[in-house]
Nanobody, 119 residues
Framework: QVDLVESGGGLVQSGGSLRLSCAPSGSIFAFNAMGWYRQAPGKQRELVALITDFERTTYADSVKGRFTISRDNGENTVNLQMNNLKPEDTAVYYC?????????????WGHGTQVTVSS
């Protein structure tokens, strides 16, 4: 069982910033990749940003240039710095950890943290 504890969500005005953190119950080095997904009301869950164990990063087009994902090896966290937030960024943000020992990938999820951006 893997627990992912998220923190840092909240309410912010358009143009503001928030920083999300995700702390796994084990080491971040145990996973092949970690990242953040989000789900807005009435929409499907979508990838926001992902960082691999080789620190390759992937971003949704809608957040490129505004969001930055990083790993803090000392704190054992994966963080998402979100700048210039827009109302359309409003969603529940979920931490995701991926483990793929062979061909099958296992996904683990946090409980989610609410991000609300007011216009």
């Amino acid at each position: 069982q893997v627990d992912l504890v998220e923190s840092g969500g909240g309410l912010v005005q358009s143009g503001g910033s928030l920083r999300l953190s995700c702390a796994p119950s084990g080491s971040i080095f145990a996973f092949n990749a970690m990242g953040w997904y989000r789900q807005a009301p009435g929409k499907q869950r979508e990838l926001v940003a992902l960082i691999t164990d080789f620190e390759r990063t992937t971003y949704a087009d809608s957040v490129k240039g505004r969001f930055t994902i990083s790993r803090d090896n000392g704190e054992n966290t994966v963080n998402l710095q979100m700048n210039n937030l827009k109302p359309e960024d409003t969603a529940v943000y979920y931490c995701n950890a991926q483990w793929q020992p062979q061909t099958k990938r296992y996904d683990f999820w946090g409980h989610g943290t609410q991000v609300t951006v007011s216009s």
